[in-house]
């Protein structure tokens, strides 16, 4: 499984970016799949998961302004990101869990600036 992660970017405070996630394989058999970040001098945290089920997990500092979802279709992980603070900037990496194998995709870059 690949996993290839898009659309970060320069954002002003209180703007949005969408971040797309686009699997080799056929996200439907996956059994759960995720956004995490880091942000400099941090360690990588759990933003949102979404488990083949369809239930959802966040992190309590995004609440009410982040989304997960996924288009089986497309193979593809979306993370709708609203009311981004300076606070989201980091480097932000999807990641999959299939059976016990755990993948991660190369990280996008998030800066949350003016």
């Known amino acids: 499984v690949q996993l290839q992660a898009s659309g970060g970017g320069l954002v002003q405070p209180g703007g949005s970016l969408r971040l797309s996630c686009a699997a080799s394989?056929?996200?439907?058999?996956?059994?759960?799949m995720a956004w995490y970040r880091q942000a400099p001098g941090n360690q990588r945290e759990l933003v949102t998961l979404l488990t083949n089920g369809g239930r959802t997990d966040y992190a309590d500092s995004v609440k009410g302004r982040f989304t997960i979802s996924r288009d089986n279709a497309k193979n593809t992980l979306y993370l709708q990101m609203n009311s981004l603070e300076p606070e989201d900037t980091a480097v932000y990496y999807c990641?999959?869990?299939?059976?016990?194998?755990?993948?991660w995709g190369r990280g996008t870059q998030v800066t949350v600036s003016s």
């Open positions: 394989g056929s996200i439907f058999s996956f059994n759960a």
């Open positions: 990641r999959a869990r299939v059976g016990p194998q755990i993948y």
